[in-house]
């Protein structure tokens, strides 16, 4: 569907439905096409693989917030391990324990943006049936 199509059955704002198909685009629900002879009109085709989709958000929006955290905890861990003192010593604790969970995130997101859905389901099963 193109954007002027778009516009015309949402009946928002041209600005706002290019707005709305970029964020989109971004997340990979949509994907922007062109067909020949069309010159510079953009056509959208809704993605159909929501596998690829949860795949390519762990990838873009939660592996940039583990990758901050994890920068942030490592520079907390730092200032506080130079401190001698009971607070300072119960905040590095916490500190190690939000480091180890956004470890096991980051393993997480590892096998699930690194593995098909036929690989995570036989996994998943086996770990069913061991239970």
Do not use: C
């Given at each position: 569907?193109?954007?002027?199509?778009?516009?015309?059955?949402?009946?928002?704002?041209k600005s706002t439905v290019s707005t709305a198909m970029k964020t989109m685009e971004r997340l990979h629900l949509v994907h922007r096409r062109s067909i020949p002879g069309e010159g510079k009109k953009a056509y959208y085709e809704a993605e159909t693989d929501f596998w690829h989709v949860?795949?390519?958000?762990?990838?873009?929006?939660?592996?940039?917030e583990i990758d901050v955290m994890t920068r942030a905890l490592e520079s907390a861990e730092a200032q506080l391990e130079s401190i001698d003192s009971e607070r300072a010593d119960d905040d590095?604790?916490?500190?190690?324990?939000?480091?180890?969970?956004?470890?096991?995130?980051?393993?997480?997101?590892?096998?699930?943006?690194g593995s098909s859905t036929e690989r995570l389901t036989g996994l998943l099963n086996r770990l069913r049936r061991s239970e």
């Amino acid at each position: 569907m193109s954007l002027d199509e778009l516009v015309e059955q949402s009946g928002y704002a041209k600005s706002t439905v290019s707005t709305a198909m970029k964020t989109m685009e971004r997340l990979h629900l949509v994907h922007r096409r062109s067909i020949p002879g069309e010159g510079k009109k953009a056509y959208y085709e809704a993605e159909t693989d929501f596998w690829h989709v949860l795949q390519e958000f762990l990838r873009r929006e939660v592996q940039r917030e583990i990758d901050v955290m994890t920068r942030a905890l490592e520079s907390a861990e730092a200032q506080l391990e130079s401190i001698d003192s009971e607070r300072a010593d119960d905040d590095l604790e916490q500190i190690r324990s939000l480091k180890t969970m956004y470890e096991r995130s980051q393993t997480l997101v590892n096998v699930l943006t690194g593995s098909s859905t036929e690989r995570l389901t036989g996994l998943l099963n086996r770990l069913r049936r061991s239970e």
